[in-house]
């Protein structure tokens, strides 16, 4: 069952603007991480982010999490064309580290 | 860096042909696990491993298999290929002392 679900399904930014994708989640969770995947290809971790922190940065990403409202939200600040990519949060419960992966945003950065 | 090879990124199969995909990490994980990922919707845990021989079914293990006969290596079966098996493949693996996921390059399987 899909746990994690993206908003927009499809973005599209000129180079330099920020980019925001958000992820809503139905349970309680222990983490939520954001995948990039280039076209074709596996999926990267960008980041985590641990049910009892608010906000984390890395980089050009800055990643928020409200586990009242069971959503979180990934910006990319000042993006480049090689930031296109489709853009995946998932989340972790319980102990065996599965993931359920939301259906991915579709971001292009126009150069 | 973590490794995770699978052992075709293309494959085009025959209705009722058995299919093996292959996964092989190198860094020791203890956790392996196979994805499909079909056009709006996502990512779907087909099978999970979380030590040499045992598995755990994920959300979609109708018409699939699995085999972790080493630690490095988890091989995903489909007995008897159908078209609506037409997908994309990710194996993935994972230390039980982290939650982030590793992952190959996919496998793109057609079954004509």
């Known amino acids: 069952s899909q746990q994690g679900e993206e908003d927009p399904q499809a973005l599209s930014i000129q180079e330099g603007e920020n980019a925001t994708m958000n992820c809503s989640y139905k349970t309680s969770i222990n983490n939520l991480q954001w995948y990039r995947q280039n076209s074709g290809r596996g999926l990267v971790h960008l980041i985590l982010i641990r049910s009892n922190e608010r906000e984390k940065h890395s980089g050009r990403l800055r990643v928020t999490l409200d586990t009242s409202k069971k959503s979180s939200s990934l910006l990319i600040t000042a993006s480049r064309a090689a930031d296109t990519a489709s853009y995946f949060c998932a989340t972790g419960r319980g102990s065996n580290y599965k993931l359920t992966f939301g259906k991915g945003t579709l971001l292009t950065v126009n150069p | 860096d973590v490794k995770v090879t699978q052992s075709s990124r293309y494959l085009v199969k025959r209705t009722g042909e058995k299919v093996f995909l292959e996964c092989v990490q190198d860094?020791?994980?203890?956790?392996m696990f196979w994805y499909r990922q079909d056009p709006g919707l996502g990512l779907r845990l087909i099978y999970f491993s979380y030590d040499v021989k045992m598995k755990e079914k994920g959300d979609i293990p109708e018409g699939y298999s699995v085999s972790r006969e080493k630690k490095e290596r988890f091989s995903l079966i489909l007995e008897s290929a159908s078209t609506n098996q037409t997908s994309m493949y990710l194996c993935a693996s994972n230390p039980t002392s982290a939650e982030t996921q590793y992952f190959g390059p996919g496998t793109r399987l057609l079954v004509l």
């Open positions: 860094m020791d994980h203890e956790n």
